[in-house]
């Protein structure tokens, strides 16, 4: 039997789902010995948060061309850390009803080979945190976020509480539009372009532009749309409006593939003209990782249009910017 932090996973779920139904899901998470701090963890995504801060790195290192001083590379990865960390975990504060609501007609199930899904998903709506707790986790993460930001650049600061707002509007928007995905594809290009203004006080708008482009639909088709469709029967209950459940598989599948081929196009040529000129290999290297973990999974999703070809295209282009990141650095070193 497969365990994870030291619990027997299959029995503990089962369990669980039970639990849910009876009130003593709080009891359970102590008996079973999962700890407290992965369940705040798990609140926050933290695997993905810790991948989403290799965009900001790596959109600073593309920016200047050479390394920020040590000062802003702290303040930049600690504001980024915190930030992410409070944003997923402000995610779940308010689609706590919504979240509630899809456990109740659901039940509890085992969700392997999904990042997000790395520690326990949706650890406040199953009721092993309460809400005064998860509130005061992410209050105190974004407390910090906003003072590393404000320091870089008082412009940061106002892009981070930006965020939050969109934040807080993406969830709202759930069961109104599936045109939330564009709000979504704002959100994550923001920790990008707060890196930029933390390094830069007067970016130039064109290549601004460039990299909120790439980003965005990036985040489309890599990000959002695949995981709203691993999602999708959880949505359908709920009467959520996303796009594969508004629009259906097949216009999904195709949003998908073009947001991500845009992306693609976009990175090779803010590859070509930021301040950082890669070698022409890692240049072709990039090229050929975008193909590897953008598009072949999307072609797939394309023509199976399966929840699990969705969910594995979710988890490789999460890994997107970090390898990226990889190449960067080591055109820089050469």
Same mark, same amino acid.
């Given at each position: 039997?497969?365990?994870?932090?030291?619990?027997? /996973?299959?029995?503990?779920?089962?369990?669980?789902?039970?639990?849910?139904?009876?009130? &003593?899901? @709080?009891?359970?998470?102590?008996?079973?010995?999962?700890?407290?701090? @992965? /369940?705040?963890?798990?609140?926050?995504?933290?695997?993905?948060?810790?991948?989403?801060?290799?965009?900001?790195?790596?959109?600073?290192? /593309?920016?200047?061309?050479?390394?920020?001083?040590?000062?802003?590379?702290?303040?930049?990865?600690?504001?980024?850390? #915190?930030?992410?960390?409070?944003?997923?975990?402000?995610?779940?504060?308010? +689609?706590?009803?919504?979240?509630?609501?899809?456990?109740?007609?659901?039940?509890?199930?085992?969700?392997?080979?999904?990042?997000?899904?790395?520690?326990?998903?949706?650890?406040?709506?199953?009721? !092993?945190?309460?809400?005064?707790? #998860?509130?005061?986790?992410?209050?105190?993460?974004?407390?910090?976020?906003?003072?590393?930001?404000?320091?870089?650049?008082?412009?940061?600061?106002?892009?981070?509480? /930006?965020?939050?707002?969109?934040?807080?509007?993406?969830?709202?928007? %759930?069961?109104?539009?599936? $045109?939330?995905?564009?709000?979504?594809?704002?959100?994550?290009?923001?920790?990008?372009?707060?890196?930029?203004?933390?390094? +830069?006080?007067?970016?130039?708008?064109?290549?601004? $532009?460039?990299?909120?482009?790439?980003?965005?639909?990036?985040?489309?088709?890599?990000?959002?749309?695949?995981?709203?469709?691993? &999602?999708?029967?959880? +949505?359908?209950?709920?009467?959520?409006?996303?796009?594969?459940?508004? %629009?259906?598989?097949?216009?999904?599948?195709?949003?998908?593939?073009?947001?991500?081929?845009?992306?693609?196009?976009?990175?090779?040529?803010? !590859?070509?003209?930021?301040?950082?000129? $890669?070698?022409?290999?890692?240049?072709?290297?990039?090229?050929?990782?975008?193909?590897?973990?953008?598009?072949?999974?999307?072609?797939?999703? !394309?023509?199976?249009? +399966?929840?699990?070809?969705?969910?594995?295209?979710?988890?490789?282009?999460?890994?997107?910017?970090?390898?990226?990141?990889?190449?960067? @650095?080591?055109?820089?070193?050469?």
């Amino acid at each position: 039997m497969e365990r994870q932090s030291g619990i027997d /996973l299959g029995a503990w779920q089962k369990t669980t789902r039970n639990a849910a139904t009876s009130g &003593d899901i @709080m009891n359970l998470a102590k008996q079973s010995g999962f700890s407290r701090i @992965m /369940l705040f963890l798990a609140l926050s995504r933290t695997p993905h948060g810790l991948l989403d801060i290799c965009t900001p790195l790596l959109v600073a290192l /593309l920016w200047l061309g050479y390394l920020p001083e040590p000062r802003v590379i702290v303040l930049g990865i600690t504001a980024a850390l #915190a930030g992410y960390t409070a944003v997923y975990a402000l995610n779940d504060i308010v +689609d706590y009803r919504n979240d509630k609501k899809k456990i109740a007609q659901t039940g509890f199930h085992r969700e392997t080979g999904y990042l997000d899904a790395a520690f326990i998903r949706h650890p406040l709506a199953r009721g !092993f945190l309460s809400m005064p707790e #998860a509130v005061a986790w992410a209050g105190g993460w974004m407390a910090v976020s906003l003072f590393c930001a404000y320091l870089l650049n008082p412009v940061c600061a106002l892009i981070l509480l /930006l965020g939050c707002l969109l934040e807080i509007l993406y969830c709202l928007l %759930l069961q109104i539009s599936h $045109l939330r995905t564009l709000v979504s594809g704002i959100v994550k290009t923001l920790g990008g372009l707060a890196a930029i203004f933390a390094v +830069d006080a007067s970016p130039e708008p064109a290549l601004l $532009l460039l990299f909120f482009s790439w980003l965005f639909f990036w985040e489309i088709g890599g990000q959002n749309v695949p995981a709203d469709w691993h &999602d999708i029967q959880e +949505d359908i209950a709920l009467q959520a409006r996303t796009v594969p459940v508004s %629009l259906g598989p097949k216009i999904a599948s195709a949003i998908v593939l073009s947001s991500l081929c845009t992306s693609l196009v976009l990175g090779g040529i803010l !590859f070509r003209v930021t301040a950082l000129q $890669l070698a022409f290999p890692l240049y072709l290297g990039t090229i050929l990782v975008g193909i590897y973990l953008l598009i072949a999974p999307a072609l797939r999703l !394309f023509q199976t249009r +399966d929840r699990d070809e969705a969910s594995a295209l979710f988890n490789r282009a999460s890994y997107y910017p970090c390898v990226l990141l990889i190449f960067a @650095m080591t055109g820089l070193a050469l």
